[in-house]
């Protein structure tokens, strides 16, 4: 198994910036995919940034140019650097780490570190 635990969420103004941290542990593969998705309320979850072990990374749109993802393999960490935030970004992000176990691929998610941009 594989946990994730997510850090860095909070209260910011808008045009703020947050970083968030996502540290797995346990059953850890070099062949990966780790991204944020994040769901606000009465919305369903939706992807913000994901990247692979090589580095291919991807953004939705609502996410370009305004936050970075990266990662630091030796420490097994993701992170989201998100900066000129928005009231509309204000949701719980969730961490989601995709690799292959034994049964397959398999997706693996965080608690959720909750960010709220105020107006």
């Known amino acids: 198994q594989v946990q994730l635990v997510e850090s860095g969420g909070g209260l910011v103004q808008a045009g703020g910036s947050l970083r968030l941290s996502c540290k797995a542990s346990?059953?850890?593969?070099?062949?990966?995919?780790m991204g944020w998705y994040r769901r606000a309320p009465g919305k369903q979850r939706e992807v913000v940034a994901t990247?692979?072990?090589?580095?291919?990374?991807t953004y939705a749109a609502s996410a370009k140019g305004r936050f970075t993802i990266s990662r630091d393999d030796s420490k097994n960490t993701v992170y989201l650097q998100m900066n000129s935030l928005k009231p509309e970004d204000t949701a719980a992000y969730y961490c989601n780490r995709q690799q292959y176990m034994e049964r397959g691929l398999t997706d693996f998610w965080g608690q959720g570190t909750q960010v709220t941009v105020s107006s």
């Open positions: 990247i692979t072990n090589t580095g291919s990374i």
């Open positions: 346990g059953t850890i593969f070099s062949i990966y995919t």
